[in-house]
């Protein structure tokens, strides 16, 4: 019987293991499955054995390497005090833990609330009507595809991510998936009506290949649309902040860029997208940016609470965001620690006005693509 018949509001998850990829998939029953702890992150390394396992496993076919896939998809990686994803261990510079999985959600507020509500400027609103397939890459705890369900109970949306941080129960037009998006795909081609990449794209290694390949899985007239915030430079129009001005933020930002371009990535990736999203052929290609503000400073009480939330955003993430890219660069723990107690005192600093670019592009795969 289909479980969807069964509870029409949401379904728990559980994983198997097949020969292409692994993934989250909604279960055949919807009173069987895992039993999921009330806190995750409260588990350490060790909780995470065969018996212990929160994700159940086909014994049908590849026993033997059943552990060892266990390990590659459910466990997490301990470093410096922060807990990172296990499959393919080090490809992505930030945490997954609980501190991450809440600054992830203010984010998500954060964006709409700037953005005046909308989840999405491509024009893709009468093809999620009409029951449209749509991808969300990097799709961390789920909060954006579960969001577009809801408004859009006929479409079909499906989120990729390293690590299994969604929750438990999501809408039945949900499936979450744990894979890496910088490899190929398993889905055919011409499959999805729109893709969407939030907040990852200064992470990748390889953005050329990710836009050929969003290119070939995108249905003709099917739309891409990245948004990233430019961390690689904070902007201000009141001249509070200076190029001469000793400004904390800045300089942990310039460390952050270069921790980055160290492990491969470009913190300033959002910057070369319209002219990277043309290269690879898309069409109708447009970028929308809006002022992100550090701090409560504006006047405007929209902008005043989007800065708030940006700031608890900033100091809620700061130290596991650096760990991994200063140390890529040579900086032990102390020194980092030691640096971070002015970059902390800066993001408090409500006499320097400045903001973030927070910037939307989206294009279009041609006609006859």
């Known amino acids: ?106 984010k998500h507020r954060m964006s709409a609330m700037l953005c005046d509500g909308q989840f999405f400027f491509a024009p ?87 836009m050929q390949r969003v290119m070939r899985h995108l249905k003709p007239g099917g739309y891409f649309e990245i948004q990233e915030i430019d961390l690689s430079n904070p902007g201000c129009d009141d001249h509070t902040l200076t190029p001469d001005t000793p400004y904390a933020v800045r300089d942990y930002h310039k460390y952050l860029e270069a921790g980055l371009r160290a492990m491969g990535a470009d913190i300033s990736a959002i910057q070369k997208t319209s002219q990277e999203m043309r290269e690879a052929g898309f069409e109708d290609v447009t970028e929308i940016t809006k002022k992100l503000p550090l701090g409560i400073w504006p006047a405007d009480k929209k902008l005043r609470l989007c800065g708030l939330f940006w700031r608890t955003a900033a100091m809620d993430g700061m130290a596991g965001l650096c760990s991994r890219p200063f140390r890529a660069i040579g900086l032990t723990p102390t020194q980092i620690e030691s640096f971070l107690v002015d970059v902390r005192k800066a993001v408090m600093d409500g006499s320097i006005h400045t903001y973030f670019p927070l910037t939307t592009v989206y294009g279009r795969k041609p006609l006859d693509g």
């Open 124 to 210: 893709v609103e009468e093809a999620l009507e009409d029951g449209g397939q749509v991808l969300d890459l990097g799709t961390g705890t789920g909060l954006w595809p579960m969001q577009l369900a809801e408004n859009y109970p006929d479409a079909v949306i499906t989120g990729i991510d390293l690590s299994p941080i969604q929750p438990r129960f999501v809408p039945e037009n949900v499936r979450f998936y744990v894979d890496d998006i910088e490899d190929e795909w398993v889905d055919p081609e011409n499959k999805y009506d729109y893709i969407h990449l939030r907040f990852a794209l200064h992470t990748l290694k390889d953005r050329k290949s990710l």
């Open 1 to 106: 019987m289909d479980s969807r018949k069964q509870n029409s509001s949401a379904h728990p998850y559980s994983c198997s293991a097949p020969a292409a990829s692994q993934h989250i998939i909604p279960s055949s029953e919807a009173q069987t499955g895992p039993s999921f702890p009330e806190d995750p992150s409260e588990n350490t390394p060790e909780d995470f054995g065969y018996d212990d396992c929160l994700f159940e496993f086909d014994d049908s076919d590849e026993r033997d390497c059943s552990s060892s896939i266990i390990d590659s998809i459910r466990g997490h990686v301990y470093e410096c005090g922060f807990r990172y994803h296990a499959y393919h261990a080090g490809k992505y510079a930030y945490p997954n833990d609980e501190t991450e999985q809440c600054r992830e959600e203010i």
